[in-house]
């Protein structure tokens, strides 16, 4: 069944300091790939999305992504976290083409930023 | 600006009260999509619709309706709430295959 798994329910990373977020998996096909962000009290936000070619992608707000199929991952970075980043982060999936066209979403990883 | 509205923001409501949460789309997409956040659990989809009058289920449909009778509209109906339904809410539309999703801001229900 298809599925994404994010394995940290809970990061604190100090401002400065880089950041990685995991999200694994399980698609039978090729996968579209997205991150969304979700601040406190907010809607969604797409940070960035992978459909095909280059397996590292930019995003939005200095964020990036890497596809990698061998180990069905698509970890999110980010060099340097602000205050700001402080939010919750949801990998998700998209089987375009099936009639449901559905996101399939991991359970979410909430970012904290200590000063 | 290409936008998904939904309303209300916040709805608190008791047992068995009918309530609609609306949403409308600027961007004439055909596909259009309910889904349901939830602690532990990320976002599930309730309903789905490809066109106009062409609505189907998803993932957690029980309770909820909708219905699409034009394009840019695409209302959750909950017929008769129930604790179990408090959740956010997110409408979402999607315009072609590499285009993506475009979420609306969310709207926070309890029920009690």
């Known amino acids: 069944a298809q599925s994404v798994t994010q394995p940290d329910i809970h990061i604190t990373v100090s401002e400065g300091a880089s950041l990685e977020l995991r999200c694994n998996y399980s698609?039978?096909?090729?996968?579209?790939l997205f991150w969304y962000v979700q601040s406190p009290g907010q809607g969604l936000q797409l940070l960035l999305k992978?459909?095909?070619?280059?397996?590292l992608v930019q995003g939005i707000k200095g964020f990036e992504a890497e596809f990698k199929r061998s180990q069905s991952s698509f970890n999110l970075r980010k060099p340097s976290v602000h205050w700001s980043d402080a939010a919750e982060y949801f990998c998700?999936?998209?089987?375009?083409?099936?009639?449901?066209?559905?996101?399939?979403f991991g359970t979410g990883t909430l970012l904290a930023v200590q000063p | 600006e290409a936008q998904v509205t939904q309303n209300p923001r916040y709805l608190i409501t008791v047992t068995g009260k009918k309530l609609t949460v609306t949403c409308s789309q600027n961007?004439?997409?055909?596909?259009m999509s309910w889904y349901r956040q939830d602690p532990g659990l990320g976002l599930r989809q309730i309903y789905y619709?490809?066109?106009?009058?062409?609505?189907d289920k998803g993932d957690v449909p029980e309770g909820y309706k909708v219905s699409r009778k034009e394009k840019r509209n695409f209302p959750l109906i909950l017929e008769s709430p129930s604790p179990n339904q408090t959740s956010l809410y997110f409408c979402?539309?999607?315009?072609?295959?590499?285009?993506?999703?475009?979420f609306g801001s969310g709207t926070r229900l309890t029920v009690v």
């Open positions: 619709s490809m066109n106009v009058e062409v609505t």
């Open positions: 979402a539309t999607k315009g072609g295959d590499h285009y993506g999703y475009t």
């Open positions: 961007m004439n997409h055909e596909y």
């Open positions: 998700a999936v998209g089987p375009y083409g099936g009639a449901t066209n559905k996101l399939i």
């Open positions: 992978y459909f095909s070619g280059d397996t």
């Open positions: 698609y039978g096909a090729t996968p579209y």
